[in-house]
């Protein structure tokens, strides 16, 4: 991949600069009132991004993250549909692009033509201004919510929306990304709420006639029984300078926890089943936390079993499991 070529290493690039010219304490303070607005519960009628200087602090801070948990849900898509490759795709509340970037990665060989829909402005302005001649992609104000009509698409993207819209437009919102695309890929915040929105947009999908192609290993019932416990995974992020202001501490990475859901209109090969929780590595053993059509289970690996338990130790959380016979 070419350096101008769309993945983590070019967007933090890209990234790199941005806030000059804004002071540090400025932009700490922005980052400290979007996270106020973001863990908040009541659903916003507004844009959250009011201007350049919440913007900047907000592509700095969260851009990153967010690229790499779409990145992880759209992996997990291409390796249930492999020859699969969207042509059209729509970034519904994209703001400055970071599912965008993920999905050009994704697909770099040939990546989609995007369009990028947000409410924001400012958003929208940095976010073409970042793209430079990276990104193929179209830059759209539009309100996102319940009257949002998208154009017919290969693949709609909804990444960190969904907490901003109260439960009617959510439900409109998804329905009409389902009725608009071949494959819709939801990604939120992997917190016990973000998953309940994520359960109830596969809900939409799975009544809508759609496939679940990951992370379930089906399109059932979740089996978690609600309240008790909520799916989620984490993609190690590279923290910035700004990350490490805000937060404190001296770490060059955080966990991004998040759920998602891909759901699809054509044929998949969902994993047989999908690695929930983090492997507990013990002595000649590997306990795995698995989802499979038939629920969860727990799973033993140890030395015993030869080749697999190597696979066991180097796997992770959110992968699917058993490896494919020929990467044994």
């Known amino acids: 991949m070419n350096a101008s070529a769309p993945s983590a290493d070019s967007l933090r690039a890209a990234l790199a600069g941005l806030l000059d010219g804004l002071p540090p304490q400025r932009a700490a303070q922005a980052v400290d009132r979007l996270i106020a607005t973001y863990r908040g519960t009541t659903p916003t009628d507004a844009p959250v991004l009011r201007d350049r200087s919440d913007v900047a602090a907000y592509a700095a801070y969260r851009m990153p993250a967010t690229f790499e948990a779409v990145r992880g849900a759209l992996d997990a898509l291409r390796e249930a549909a492999p020859d699969w490759a969207p042509r059209t795709h729509t970034d519904v509340g994209g703001g400055t692009g970071a599912a965008t970037w993920a999905v050009a990665e994704a697909w770099g060989e040939a990546p989609p033509r995007t369009t990028v829909l947000d409410w924001a402005e400012p958003a929208l302005a940095l976010g ?136 699809v209109r054509f044929p998949v090969d969902p994993a047989a089943a999908r690695i929930v929780r983090r492997p507990q590595i013990r002595k000649g053993l590997v306990q795995l936390e698995l989802c499979g059509p038939e629920g969860l289970s727990r799973d033993t690996v140890t030395k015993r079993h030869g080749p697999l338990y190597k696979q066991a130790r180097d796997a992770e959380w959110g992968d699917p499991w058993p490896p494919e016979a020929d990467a044994l």
């Open 128 to 263: 073409r201004e970042l793209a430079g001649g990276v990104l193929d992609a179209e830059w759209r104000r539009e309100r996102i919510g319940g009257a949002l009509r998208l154009a017919d698409t290969d693949l709609v993207t909804v990444s960190y929306v969904l907490k901003e819209l109260t439960e009617a437009d959510r439900t409109s919102l998804v329905a009409e990304a389902a009725r608009a695309a071949r494959a819709v890929v939801v990604v939120e915040p992997g917190t016990p709420d973000g998953y309940e929105r994520i359960i109830a947009a596969r809900a939409l999908f799975v009544g809508a006639g759609f496939t679940v192609a990951a992370p379930c290993p089906h399109s059932g019932a979740c089996p978690i029984a609600p309240g008790t416990d909520w799916c989620h995974f984490s993609a190690r992020v590279s923290r910035s300078s700004l990350h490490r202001k805000v937060k404190g501490g001296s770490l060059a990475y955080e966990d991004e926890k998040y759920a998602y859901v891909a759901a």
